[in-house]
């Protein structure tokens, strides 16, 4: 299956962007950090998300897990990226500023987002989830479309999942080529499992 190399994600360390550039080099959708635990909201967000739309980019939200209580997190994601049409994602990882996100937070996090707006998000993740999990299967969190991260030249799903249905390859750093995007600069990219017309319906559907 084709794969389309079209999908940036950001945070506010990626500072000033500008999305019309980076649709005109071939992007065609922005995933950006909205919210980190139960308090945190990226200060990039509405204007990045703004300028997405502006640029007629396909976009989504993700949100960073923490130790805090997974319902309370999710309340506060979905204030802050409304719930609407975009993309919907957990950033599943270990916090190097406190306490991680546990799987048992992360069920109740995707749980509650399916409840609120009747569709499992994504689960982002890499060796984190993988050290977790190991060989066995969770029924909640498998029922979440899977991006994974892992910079290397070939994805390695854990069990939980079938496919990716991203894959974010590179950090801007570590990672195959290409690193970086007009508008940009050095990023995170991410390719999806099949062609630009798979990609603006699994979109729209997710």
Excluded at 18 to 33: E, T
Aim: charged share 20%.
């Amino acid at each position: 299956m084709a794969e389309s190399n079209t999908i940036i994600d950001l945070s506010h360390h990626n500072g000033d962007v500008d999305l019309g550039r980076a649709k005109a080099a071939g992007i065609l959708g922005v995933i950006q950090k909205a919210t980190q635990g139960t308090g945190y909201k990226d200060p990039t967000f509405d204007a990045n998300r703004e300028q997405a739309i502006q640029a007629g980019l396909l976009f989504g939200a993700y949100h960073f897990g923490t130790g805090d209580d997974g319902v309370a997190q999710a309340e506060h994601f979905l204030s802050v990226a409304k719930g609407a049409k975009d993309l919907l994602v957990l950033d599943f990882e270990g916090n190097t500023q406190g306490p991680s996100m546990t799987l048992e937070e992360a069920r109740a996090f995707v749980i509650h987002i399916h409840d609120k707006a009747g569709r499992w998000p994504g689960f982002y993740s890499g060796h984190y989830v993988k050290e977790l999990l190991g060989n066995t299967h969770d029924p909640v969190l498998s029922q979440c479309w899977f991006w994974l991260a892992q910079y290397g030249p070939t994805a390695v799903v854990p069990v939980n999942w079938d496919k990716w249905m991203l894959w974010q390859y590179t950090d801007g750093g570590l990672g195959p080529e290409p690193h970086s995007v007009d508008g940009v600069g050095r990023c995170d990219r991410d390719k999806f499992n099949g062609d630009a017309d798979m990609l603006r319906r699994f979109w729209t559907q997710a």
